[in-house]
């Protein structure tokens, strides 16, 4: 008898086990939201943002066992906070922090700062796209700082240092973006830039920005030259539940951008974000194309912000070609993408000086939160690393 007892009492040892085994690892690997492959960030481990915010767990931590809610389609994400970004996605900026922390520094560091060591300071900078004016200014006032300062501790020459470069992006340059609705009327916001530069990206993680930060936004997807572009855009939006408005392939791009401004009107959202197309604004055509897209948005209200993106990698060359878009529509701000992939993070200090419009964004990755606004001073200082930290933290 005792012997059957104790078969039974194993057996249903065995059995609880076995469920137990089978549900919860089942429960654990309940599938997060869809993501479209190629918006995965494979790198998100890099930040320190602490836990994702997309795949909530708390409620397996319970071990309680609940049912899964019902998959709704789309799925409605909720995006990373903005505050920090460019703190957190300092490690980005590697390739120029070799250039900056510890090229510059080293050579700050020296026993003599002789006439071939402020030659190699010179170098480092015009190398890494600061531009040749630039570059002089920067050097002549630290040269002299460090002339009558009698500098020479290393955390004061790092300090004089950030001081020039913070200085020599204007820090009181207006970097807000003019994204509020006025009046019940939502603000719009033009994309413009050469292809390839990460425009329709931008948008996509801008949409982002302002549902974090609470904002409703609608997607115009003004770019009818190429059929996938409207999708791409609307894969962005619908993830956030942005409305996307577009039209028929090859349709009028001022038609749907004015549209879009329309049905932003009408539903009430606060922010229309509209793409453009970004064939090469030497082709005849693009140039004219994006007058016609302001002069018919404008019918309907201002535009509150025009945004010239820019990919870090093209240096100067990117710079010749935007400034062609400055004269066609009214820049209000840059946002400077790729940023990520170049040791030429000195691009920033050129672009303003030589556009003279300020850097509002910049992007530091293809993830779906890999934008950052910008920010003089925190930029500086991930590019040299901070004291606390170490120099290329
Ligand atoms: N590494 C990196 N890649 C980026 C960044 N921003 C955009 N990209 C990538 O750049 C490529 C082009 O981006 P799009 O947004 O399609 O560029 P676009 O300006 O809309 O291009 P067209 O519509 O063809 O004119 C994509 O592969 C993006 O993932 C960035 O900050 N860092
Ligand atoms: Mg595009």
Not at 81 to 103: E, I, Y
């Amino acid at each position: 008898m005792a012997e059957y007892l104790v078969l039974a009492l194993v057996l249903l040892g065995v059995l609880i086990a076995g469920t137990v085994g089978l549900v919860v690892p089942r429960l654990r690997r309940r599938p997060e939201p869809p993501l479209p492959r190629t918006e995965v960030d494979t790198r998100a481990e890099e930040d320190l943002a602490g836990p994702p915010v997309e795949a909530p767990e708390s409620d397996l931590s319970t071990g309680v066992l609940v049912e899964p809610p019902p998959v709704l389609e789309p799925q409605v994400e909720v995006p990373e906070p903005t505050a920090g970004r460019l703190v957190r996605l300092r490690s980005r900026l590697s390739r120029s922090q070799n250039v900056f922390g510890k090229g510059l520094l080293g050579l700050l560091a020296r026993d003599h700062l002789d006439e071939d060591v402020w030659e190699e300071i010179e170098d480092s900078l015009i190398t890494a796209d600061v531009g040749v004016d630039a570059t002089r200014d920067i050097v002549d006032r630290l040269r002299e700082r460090t002339r009558v300062l009698g500098t020479r501790s290393a955390s004061e020459l790092r300090a004089l240092l950030a001081a020039e470069l913070v200085n020599a992006l204007d820090p009181s340059l207006d970097r807000s973006l003019r994204t509020a609705p006025k009046d019940g009327v939502p603000a719009v916001v033009l994309v413009v830039g050469v292809n390839g530069a990460g425009k329709t990206t931008t948008c996509g993680k801008i949409a982002r920005v302002l549902v974090a930060d609470g904002r409703s936004v609608l997607l115009g997807a003004a770019d009818t030259f190429r059929a996938a572009a409207a999708d791409q855009l609307e894969t962005w939006g619908s993830r956030v539940g942005a409305e996307t408005v577009r039209g028929p392939e090859a349709a009028d791009p001022a038609s749907v951008a004015f549209d879009a401004v329309k049905r932003g009107i009408d539903t009430g959202v606060d922010t229309v974000l509209i793409d453009t197309a970004g064939r090469l604004q030497n082709k005849v055509g693009l140039m004219d194309e994006l007058g016609k897209v302001k002069r018919v948005v404008e019918k309907q209200g201002p535009i509150d912000e025009t945004l010239l993106i820019l990919d870090a990698t093209t240096g100067q060359n990117g710079l010749e070609q935007a400034r062609v878009f400055t004269e066609v529509v009214n820049v209000t701000g840059v946002v400077l993408t790729k940023l990520d992939g170049t040791a030429k993070g000195g691009i920033v200090i050129a672009v303003q000086r030589k556009l003279g419009i300020p850097v509002k964004l910049v992007g530091l990755g293809e993830g779906k939160d890999d934008l950052a606004p910008f920010d003089p001073a925190q930029f500086v200082d991930a590019l040299l690393g901070t004291e606390a930290t170490g120099r290329d933290a």
